[in-house]
């Protein structure tokens, strides 16, 4: 036997409202049950403490008779059937009724007694109380009353219980056949006339629940397909429009196939191209150790007569000095002392030390920058170039002043780029002098500094020239571009110097203003070696 929804829906609810009374119920038989336990309990409370009172003057002086009365009267009490009394040493003084083990609550209770006892408080005017136990009290209560009171309540809850339930099952089963089973009989009625054929049904339901909606979306139903039925004509006009459409939309195919074939080979030229766009970059970039290498030779071309003086002041020392010591061991009169002779010597070794480290920087210098990165001190990079550029600068008198930080962190940079940086700008500078002072010279001033929160290595190359506008700044490390006469400079120094720092994470600002000179910052990020154990 299948069960409609109806069916259903009426017994899911009586089973909830049968869970709900029935928790319902138990809830109320326990609390009358704690309430009439806890009444029980606090009337055998009241006896147990009036037979203790009247219990605690007879038991003090010994009155058997009397105790006697207290106990019968006791046990005549409702619900009492057994009554003790123990005195001190824990002998029963007094046993009236039977005692039970089973469907009975017990009770019992110390006797006190409050005596006066001598202290020093007493000597001094004072008395104390000390309370003494004399005896016990037991008392033993029945409860199959209370259990009677029990039964009926639940009897009572019970009867409430299966009511409940009964009315609520009837109203629930007229309430859903009502509510749920008469808009779904006539749901069922259109659905079969419909089948029949007739779309001019309409359920007649206007309620606003959601059967209601159901049925108005069921008549809106009926009205489309009302709508919708077409006739044959009308079914092979609309299958000769799809067949045009397919065909359409084949042409359109066809198409976009042609059009993917394109981009591919759209695709093949790019990947050419960026190919070719490859090679120029390597060739560009060949082009510019070139032109770096290129530049550095010019450099030195520029600095040999210098250097040559340079070098050429400390070997006239030595060889003067080697003549003096020749001239001395040759001569027939006193040879140079030891101290004497050791001090030609130090001139010797300081000449010599002189010319070593000028060559060392030249050739530092000239090699073609295939140097690794390496961890380097900026400090160390800048003096080299000071010593290569120093007497060119001082035939001009060119002074540089230098303020070089103590606390700088090394950097990780290619050495003889860096070199040919600090070359370049310094050559810079000194053009600039000499185009506003000529002979007069003027200073550059090269400073270092450690920015501690940026984590950053800083140097600054200031001069005295003639500065530059703010036009000639913002085009400054463009190719090609330059500011000299013809013959004086390419326009490449400056943009080779850029992407120099560039390839070192670093930075290059300029700053300048015509008449008084011109300051480059460049800025470089620090290096920390890891430690090692």
């Known amino acids: 036997m299948k069960l409609g929804i109806s069916q259903k829906i009426i017994l899911l609810f009586i089973f909830l409202v049968i869970i709900l009374t029935a928790g319902i119920g138990t809830y109320f038989v326990r609390r009358e049950r704690t309430m009439l336990l806890s009444e029980f309990d606090?009337?055998?409370?009241?006896?147990?403490?009036?037979?203790?009172t009247n219990s605690e003057y007879p038991l003090l002086v010994g009155d058997v008779e009397t105790i006697d009365k207290i106990g019968k009267g006791i046990l005549k009490q409702r619900d009492v059937v057994f009554y003790e009394i123990i005195d001190k040493e824990g002998k029963s003084?007094?046993?009236?009724?039977?005692?039970?083990?089973?469907?009975?609550?017990?009770?019992?209770?110390?006797?006190?007694?409050?005596?006066?006892?001598?202290?020093?408080?007493?000597?001094?005017?004072?008395?104390?109380?000390?309370?003494?136990?004399?005896?016990?009290?037991?008392?033993?209560?029945?409860?199959?009353?209370?259990?009677?009171?029990?039964?009926?309540?639940?009897?009572?809850?019970?009867?409430?219980?299966i009511l409940g339930i009964v009315l609520a099952s009837l109203f629930i089963n007229l309430l859903v056949r009502f509510v749920l089973g008469r808009p779904i009989n006539r749901l069922m009625k259109g659905i079969e006339v419909i089948s029949g054929g007739d779309l001019s049904y309409k359920v007649p339901l206007k309620t606003r629940d959601e059967i209601g909606m159901l049925a108005t979306s069921f008549n809106r139903m009926t009205e489309e397909l009302q709508k919708t039925t077409v006739s044959r004509d009308e079914l092979v006009k609309e299958a000769t429009e799809r067949e045009k459409a397919e065909k359409e939309l084949k042409e359109a195919y066809d198409k976009l196939k042609q059009v993917n074939l394109e981009l591919m080979q759209e695709r093949s030229a790019i990947m050419n191209m960026l190919k070719d766009l490859e090679e120029a970059n390597k060739d560009l970039k060949r082009t510019q150790a070139q032109l770096i290498q290129t530049a550095k030779m010019a450099s030195i071309g520029q600095l040999a007569a210098g250097l040559a003086h340079e070098i050429n002041?400390?070997?006239?020392?030595?060889?003067?000095?080697?003549?003096?010591?020749?001239?001395?061991?040759?001569?027939?009169?006193?040879?140079?002392?030891?101290?004497?002779?050791k001090e030609v010597l130090d001139v010797i070794e300081e000449s010599a030390l002189r010319c070593k480290k000028i060559t060392q920087s030249l050739l530092d210098f000239s090699h073609a920058s295939?140097?690794?990165?390496?961890?380097?001190?900026?400090?160390?990079?800048?003096?080299?170039?000071i010593n290569l550029i120093s007497y060119e600068?001082?035939?001009?008198?060119?002074?540089?002043?230098?303020?070089?930080?103590?606390?700088?962190?090394?950097?990780?940079?290619?050495?003889?780029?860096?070199?040919?940086?600090?070359?370049n700008l310094i050559a810079n500078s000194q053009w600039a002098i000499k185009k506003k002072s000529g002979t007069e010279g003027g200073t550059i001033?090269?400073?270092?500094?450690?920015?501690?929160?940026?984590?950053?290595?800083?140097?600054?190359?200031?001069?005295?020239?003639?500065?530059?506008?703010?036009?000639t700044v913002n085009r400054l490390f463009e190719p090609f571009f330059t500011t000299k006469e013809i013959g004086e400079g390419t326009g490449l120094g400056l943009s080779v110097l850029y992407g120099i720092i560039q390839g070192h994470k670093g930075t290059i600002e300029v700053e300048s203003e015509i008449g008084?000179?011109?300051?480059?910052?460049?800025?470089?990020?620090?290096?920390?070696?890891?430690?090692?154990v």
């Open 93 to 161: 003084v007094l046993q009236e009724g039977t005692q039970k083990e089973r469907g009975v609550r017990k009770y019992s209770s110390p006797i006190l007694t409050e005596r006066q006892t001598v202290t020093e408080e007493l000597l001094l005017g004072s008395k104390a109380k000390v309370s003494e136990e004399i005896g016990k009290v037991s008392l033993t209560l029945s409860i199959d009353s209370l259990m009677e009171k029990i039964n009926e309540v639940r009897k009572a809850i019970g009867l409430l219980v």
């Open 445 to 471: 001033t090269i400073k270092t500094e450690y920015d501690s929160p940026k984590d950053r290595v800083n140097i600054y190359l200031s001069d005295a020239g003639i500065g530059m506008s703010s036009e």
């Open 516 to 532: 008084k000179g011109t300051t480059f910052k460049i800025s470089l990020p620090a290096f920390h070696q890891k430690e090692t």
């Open 42 to 52: 606090e009337r055998a409370r009241m006896l147990l403490s009036s037979a203790v």
């Open 393 to 423: 600068l001082r035939l001009q008198n060119i002074i540089i002043q230098t303020g070089f930080s103590g606390q700088l962190p090394l950097i990780q940079g290619n050495p003889q780029l860096l070199q040919q940086v600090f070359m």
């Open 313 to 341: 002041n400390p070997l006239t020392g030595v060889l003067n000095n080697v003549q003096l010591i020749k001239m001395e061991m040759e001569s027939k009169t006193e040879a140079l002392s030891p101290a004497e002779l």
């Open 370 to 385: 295939k140097a690794a990165i390496q961890p380097i001190l900026v400090n160390e990079i800048v003096e080299k170039v």
